[in-house]
Every structure is written in C-alpha cells, then in structure tokens.
C-alpha cells in the first residue's frame, strides 16, 4: 500500500534519475520496516580488506545509510535475477 503511492510521488526522481532513485525508496521502505518490525535489523558494518587474484579492497566501513542503500540494491538484485528466471 505504501510503495505504489510513494513510487508515484517520487517518478519524477526516477525520470530524471533512469530509475536510480528507487533505490532510496526501497531503503526507506527498508527503515520502515525495521521500525515497524523490531525482529528485522540492518546495521553499519565494516567489510574488512581483501586480496584475490592480485585485486585488492581496502577496508570499507558503512554507515547505516549506505548498510540500507547496499540491502536495497542487493534486494533489487535478486528480484530482478527471479523475475527474468521467471520469463
């Protein structure tokens, strides 16, 4: 009920934006949900460095912000991945 009316208000966000922005709006959705839902937790994390195949990553420590933007696109990821599995 409330992603339809928050996706109409933000589509204009979204046309400027080919669509980048709903992915703030799935992590507000996301916040929502941990609100309204106590069992559900999303926190800051730090992902620590790593080395495969000569590719380093440095340390990468996360806020809670970008911990709920990170779940959002990794959600959107695997719906995506199921709907063209779907097809």
């Given at each position: 009920?409330?992603?339809?009316?928050?996706?109409?208000?933000?589509?204009?966000?979204?046309?400027?934006?080919?669509g980048?922005?709903?992915?703030?709006?799935?992590?507000?959705?996301?916040?929502?949900?941990?609100?309204?839902?106590?069992?559900?937790?999303?926190?800051?994390?730090?992902?620590?460095?790593?080395?495969?195949?000569?590719?380093?990553?440095?340390?990468?420590?996360l806020?809670t912000?970008?911990?709920?933007?990170?779940?959002?696109?990794?959600?959107?990821?695997?719906?995506?991945?199921?709907?063209?599995?779907?097809?």
């Amino acid at each position: 009920l409330i992603r339809p009316i928050l996706n109409i208000i933000t589509y204009p966000f979204n046309v400027v934006t080919f669509g980048v922005f709903s992915l703030f709006t799935n992590a507000l959705l996301l916040y929502l949900l941990t609100v309204f839902i106590p069992g559900i937790v999303i926190k800051a994390f730090t992902y620590p460095a790593s080395n495969f195949f000569g590719f380093s990553t440095p340390d990468l420590a996360l806020s809670t912000f970008f911990a709920f933007l990170l779940t959002a696109a990794i959600l959107a990821g695997i719906i995506n991945l199921f709907q063209w599995l779907m097809n």
